[in-house]
């Protein structure tokens, strides 16, 4: 097995793999703590519709390094998904839904009509699954995806006690003079770019999952914001990190591969919790 | 000269003025309590004191140097709340966000300021403990604490002893008459309209004929007497 291991090794794309997986998985673990308390986690799930969408399009349209694409325009659904939130007709989570499922149809139906590509359900099943894009990544995209990651990290741990204080008590953060809607905002485009990133990793479909059970798995362990936070990233780094060794190794996909992890992790630490009380 | 000043305000969501031409002035150390049936409009006139909604018309003036980001705030929990994964030293020093300003980290003196805030509330003990496990009493005296970081001037209590039992509410009481006696002015949102007349200075009493006056011209008042007949029946 560890032999299989190096022999891939030797591959610059398998280490490529490895390091932005690494680098996503850290990035889309920090928001997720304050997605799902904040009760967001649908957001994730909607926007990364939306970003199969723009793949889509990129694809019909034949743009070069489609994530120069997909990312204005998933950020832009954040803000104004987000900015439905107040004062539209259509509110909060029929909104989310609404934009999600249509992006979805429309994406599909246009790689129908327009692809030149011969395989187009694997084509699908790329974009929605991730089977194998991190292994295929250009190594300018290594470098976009890492320098993204830093900068989403680096805006983490600059925000945290203000990320943390609009979580907890959006009233009255606002009542003090912080500036909620700036910060919700920054949430949003942040989690966009994470959803654009963590496509290539794992797919459109899956990103939430990667969001998410880091974050509920730590919620079960720990009982400070800064515990939970820190342990939600160092599971997500290692669950991604063990599902791409085994994926690599076994042949297994990539995306659903880190997702078993990411379930598992989640049952052993519910467990956990059990059986401490 | 006036902490707060209320001229011919009107409240409500949208353009539905809930209430209008409420009249009121806070000065510094007094003790307002907004007694009212529910629905009548006191947290709405709550939030728009505190910034969090625009007043429909009138206007609210702030003196004696407060502004309006300088008033501490002990909202209602929400459910999200009680189940929040934090300790407690988490969330007092969130009282302190204002005092960032375009700093990232708390200070030493942040820190301090929160552990003085929690051993004011009784609550030294507790910094490190998980905050959704503490009793309903405990985690209002936690968010009194981080009220406090925010200000020593003016607290906003929005139904401070809902849900909590008689002797909870008992302790919870003197607390915040310990601070009024401090020299913190008090404004409450209540319900129990008897704890209100025996403890406040004032009385602002919405929903139908408006009042505003000191708590002994509030017994006089026939919206006073009535009112409290009604719960004493």
């Given at each position: 097995m560890i032999e299989t291991f190096l022999q891939y090794w030797q591959f610059p794309f398998v280490r490529y793999a490895l390091a932005v997986g690494t680098l996503i998985a850290l990035c889309s673990s920090l928001l997720g703590v304050t997605l799902v308390l904040k009760r967001f986690s649908f957001i994730g799930d909607g926007l990364s519709h939306v970003a199969f969408g723009a793949t889509a399009i990129a694809g019909v349209l034949r743009i070069g390094g489609d994530m120069l694409f997909v990312m204005p325009v998933t950020v832009l659904c954040a803000i104004l998904l987000l900015r439905t939130g107040r004062g539209a007709k259509v509110k909060g989570d029929a909104a989310v839904a609404m934009v999600s499922v249509g992006a979805l149809a429309i994406g599909y139906l246009l790689l129908n009509l327009f692809s030149s590509s011969t395989n187009l359900s694997g084509d699908v099943c790329a974009t929605l699954f991730g089977s194998t894009s991190i292994l295929t990544l250009q190594q300018s995209e290594v470098w976009l995806c890492a320098g993204l990651s830093v900068a989403v990290v680096a805006l983490f741990i600059l925000f945290y006690n203000r990320l943390f204080a609009v979580t907890f008590d959006e009233d009255f953060a606002r009542a003090v003079g912080t500036g909620v809607e700036r910060y919700n905002l920054l949430i949003a485009v942040v989690v966009a770019v994470i959803i654009v990133l963590a496509m290539n990793l794992v797919g459109s479909l899956l990103i939430s999952a990667l969001i998410i059970f880091p974050a509920l798995s730590a919620m079960r362990l720990f009982r400070s914001f800064k515990g939970v936070t820190i342990c939600s990233a160092a599971l997500s780094v290692a669950c991604a990190l063990a599902g791409m060794l085994i994926a690599i190794v076994g042949g297994t996909p990539v995306g659903s591969t880190i997702v078993a992890v990411d379930i598992a992790a989640f049952i052993v630490c519910a467990a956990i919790e059990h059986f401490r009380k | 000269m006036p902490l707060i000043t209320c001229r011919d305000l009107a409240i409500g969501y949208e353009s539905h003025a809930i209430l209008e031409h409420i009249h009121f002035a806070v000065d510094p150390g007094d003790y307002l309590c907004v007694v009212g049936e529910n629905g009548s409009g006191k947290s709405t006139l709550m939030r728009t004191m505190l910034g969090l909604q625009r007043p429909l018309a009138g206007a609210i003036e702030f003196g004696d140097d407060l502004r309006q980001n300088e008033i501490g705030y002990l909202p209602q929990q929400t459910a999200i709340q009680r189940d929040f994964p934090a300790t407690v030293r988490e969330i007092v020093l969130s009282g302190c966000q204002a005092r960032l300003g375009r700093r990232a980290f708390y200070s030493r003196s942040d820190r301090a300021l929160a552990d003085a805030n929690l051993a004011r509330m009784g609550?030294?003990?507790?910094?490190?403990?998980?905050?959704?496990?503490?009793?309903g009493g405990q985690q209002q005296r936690v968010l009194l604490a981080r009220a406090l970081c925010a200000t020593g001037k003016l607290i906003l209590l929005d139904e401070p002893v809902s849900g909590l039992d008689p002797k909870v509410t008992a302790e919870m009481y003197a607390l915040i008459d310990g601070l009024n006696v401090d020299g913190v002015t008090i404004i409450m949102i209540s319900h129990d309209i008897d704890a209100a007349v025996r403890r406040a200075s004032h009385i602002l009493h919405i929903g139908g004929e408006v009042f505003f006056g000191t708590v002994d011209a509030y017994r006089q008042s026939p919206q006073g007497r009535r009112f409290m007949e009604e719960v004493s029946t």
């Open positions: - | 609550m030294a003990g507790f910094a490190g403990r998980c905050y959704r496990e503490l009793s």
